[in-house]
């Protein structure tokens, strides 16, 4: 059964770091283009970051460019997002989600996900 796990969410002030990680269990997720999204209350989803499958490529949404890094180890089966210079807009919970394809920041080009993981940015 093919399965993602979020890990890493919490209590973080302005200008502090998290680090997000993605497991996969069910499937080698180096297969996968893997992508971040985020959903704040009353907000739609927001894509937020992606790493592709075959070559790596990663995507950025305009918001995070610069503060945030996506990576893959899959020795560990696992995909992290790095944030840093958090901001409280910034205040949401962060899914993960894998798709077959090579895409980009689109929901609806991914077919699983997990159940995500709360970030929370205040002082």
């Known amino acids: 059964q093919l399965q993602l796990v979020e890990s890493g969410g919490g209590l973080v002030q302005p200008g502090g770091s998290l680090r997000l990680s993605c497991a996969a269990s069910?499937?080698?997720?180096?297969?996968?283009?893997i992508g971040w999204f985020r959903q704040a209350p009353g907000k739609e989803r927001e894509g937020v970051s992606c790493i592709t499958n075959r070559d790596s490529s990663t995507y950025y949404s305009d918001s995070v460019k610069g503060r945030f890094t996506i990576s893959r180890d899959n020795t560990k089966n696992t995909v992290y997002l790095e944030m840093n210079s958090l901001k409280p807009e910034d205040t949401a919970v962060y899914y993960c989600?894998?798709?077959?394809?090579?895409?980009?920041?689109?929901?609806?080009?991914?077919?699983?996900w997990g159940q995500g993981t709360q970030v929370t940015v205040s002082s």
């Open positions: 989600s894998a798709s077959g394809k090579r895409v980009k920041l689109f929901s609806y080009e991914y077919d699983y």
């Open positions: 069910g499937f080698n997720l180096d297969h996968y283009t």
